[in-house]
């Protein structure tokens, strides 16, 4: 491949044969996801459809008696499989997609609904911590729009007299994507309009560059000539459809922000769907309604009072410590949606983007589409690694940086030293403070900056004030300038722990000040530091202090009217 084609092209025609993200720049992945392509790159349901589709047609062409066919096409999907590894993703992938193909050539549909029942049911009794996997949930509901609604979807299709090969494409993106939608949404937070563009459009070039790719795979064997001959094709079919893609990604809203559905939400549409495609049922409930009409009317006003009070519910003020590994990120959203992130997380021996991967669909997941402050405690890679990308993809009215060298931020931030964001940015002092509702903040660090060794120790330490309610965020401080904070109002509900629970910082004396009724280390798995360390642990044990650790909880949410406060986490 690497002789016949340009590097980039070999890299991606090999994704698309066998999965992997690996090597493919950045901006083509970009715009595969914003059209809603990007599972063309990894060995999907929709890939085994596919070539079981073409082998089926090859047999029916060749005249292959039916069942010779169909045990033919099983040994070659259970061979490709093996060949991509044969991953639970991948063996996964190979029983759905099969089962797609099955339910479109069944005449009983009832047998294809059993035959997804029973898969779906064996997976899960082999596993059943797939029910929450992103995956396994896509797979099904997927497959489900296939068996499901695609035939009703082409019946309908069909009357409007379109190609055949445009009805059937329309049907199974509509069928997937109606089934899906609830999932997607929960999990992306957005909506690719540009999607049933991209289907139409781009995925029948690269499922042609697919089926190319493995013929030349094979015939590579034996005619290495002709294999370089496809392999040349295939790169020109892939030039053209990255083309097309990046011109989709152009046109009006492309992609759109839309909220996750909540789970009655989602119960709501999923049983609007099932009411939908079943008449005996629609019937029933038609009979119902006529029958109970005054009862209806009470419950519809109810639902309609019920949904008023919770629009104008006063809301609690929220604070996400959001799991980033070895590093820290805090979320603030206050009672009237005001955001403030503290700290993006980032990797440090690592080009896995924590912005990008982690922070932004955080965010996103919570309706964050813009931030009102973004405080870095300091310039160090595990604190601030994330926020280049931050920058780059939401608007950020204000941003506090620490008393460093500006330098260090134009680095990690990958941000010219005139850039009018980091020129207007706030070097946080001694008493440097702001409101936002009824929310106070104010940092309290030491402006005399004797003896600073590292980074850590121009860390910013800010407090949060909420009536009542109070919370230390200390980023890495060391014990060294923890003694300059002794003689402020440093009492807090909550502590973020300095550090990650480094020894090197919160003594015993700074803890006692501080004597928070709950610790928050923020401090990755197995990390390689030892953090959080057991003199840490054994001094907070010392107080009346819980310790919740994000390497042990996932994501730490705290809710709080100011006077009480409630949590949840992620792994709870």
């Known amino acids: 491949m690497y002789q016949a084609m340009p590097e980039n092209d070999a890299n991606m025609i090999f994704a698309m044969l066998f999965g992997g993200y690996n090597n493919i720049e950045k901006d083509i992945l970009e715009a595969y996801s914003i059209t809603g392509i990007i599972h063309i790159l990894s060995v999907s349901g929709s890939h085994i459809s596919l070539i079981s589709l073409f082998l089926l047609s090859l047999g029916k062409f060749l005249h292959l008696p039916r069942f010779f066919n169909l045990i033919l096409l099983l040994i070659i999907i259970i061979f490709y499989t093996i060949l991509c590894g044969a991953s639970i993703p991948v063996v996964r992938a190979s029983v759905m997609g099969l089962l797609s193909i099955i339910a479109l050539y069944l005449e009983e549909k009832s047998t294809a609904q059993h035959l997804l029942s029973i898969i779906a049911l064996i997976l899960l009794l082999f596993d059943p911590l797939l029910l929450f996997n992103i995956s396994f949930q896509l797979s099904f509901a997927s497959t489900a729009g296939l068996v499901y609604l695609m035939p009703i979807l082409r019946s309908n299709l069909n009357k409007l007299k379109l190609p055949p090969l445009l009805t059937d494409n329309l049907a199974l993106t509509m069928s997937a994507q109606i089934f899906a939608f609830p999932i997607i949404i929960w999990y992306f937070t957005s909506l ?161 983007d924590i912005g990008s991967y982690v922070d932004l669909p955080y965010l996103r997941h919570y309706g964050i589409n813009k931030l009102d402050y973004l405080i870095l405690s300091h310039a160090d890679a595990d604190h601030s690694g994330g926020a280049s990308s931050i920058l780059q993809k939401i608007p950020v009215n204000h941003l506090i940086i620490a008393d460093e060298d500006k330098d260090l931020y134009t680095k990690i931030l990958k941000l010219p030293l005139n850039n009018p964001l980091l020129v207007r940015a706030i070097v946080a002092k001694e008493n440097t403070a702001f409101n936002l509702e009824d929310i106070h903040f104010q940092f309290l660090q030491n402006d005399e900056k004797e003896n600073l060794k590292s980074s850590n120790d121009s860390s910013n330490v800010l407090k949060l004030t909420y009536h009542n309610f109070s919370v230390l965020f200390t980023g890495d401080l060391p014990q060294t300038q923890e003694k300059y904070l002794l003689n402020k109002n440093i009492a807090s509900t909550i502590l973020k722990v300095a550090h990650h629970g480094s020894k090197t910082s919160s003594s015993q004396k700074f803890l006692e000040h501080v004597r928070p009724q709950l610790a928050i280390i923020s401090v990755g798995k197995y990390n390689s530091f030892g953090h959080p360390s057991k003199e840490v642990l054994d001094r907070l044990n010392n107080l009346p202090t819980k310790i919740l650790r994000t390497d042990e909880k996932g994501a730490i949410v705290i809710y709080t009217d100011g006077y009480n406060y409630s949590l949840k986490t992620f792994l709870n």
């Open 192 to 352: 690719s309009l540009s999607s049933l563009l991209a289907n139409l459009i781009i995925i029948p070039l690269l499922e042609i560059l697919i089926i190319l790719g493995l013929i030349a795979f094979i015939l590579g064997f034996i005619f290495p000539f002709i294999t370089k001959i496809l392999f040349i094709f295939a790169s020109l079919i892939l030039s053209i459809s990255n083309e097309a893609t990046f011109l989709l990604t152009k046109i009006p809203f492309a992609s759109i922000y839309v909220p996750p559905l909540n789970f009655p939400a989602i119960l709501i549409y999923y049983s609007l769907i099932f009411i939908t495609l079943n008449i005996k049922i629609r019937r029933y409930l038609y009979l119902l309604l006529q029958k109970y009409k005054f009862i209806t009317y009470i419950c519809s006003i109810s639902l309609i009072i019920f949904s008023c009070y919770l629009m104008i519910k006063p809301s609690p003020l929220q604070i996400h410590f959001i799991d980033v590994g070895q590093g820290d990120a805090c979320l603030i959203i206050t009672p009237h949606q005001d955001s403030i992130l503290i700290d993006t997380g980032g990797s440090i021996n690592s080009d896995f």
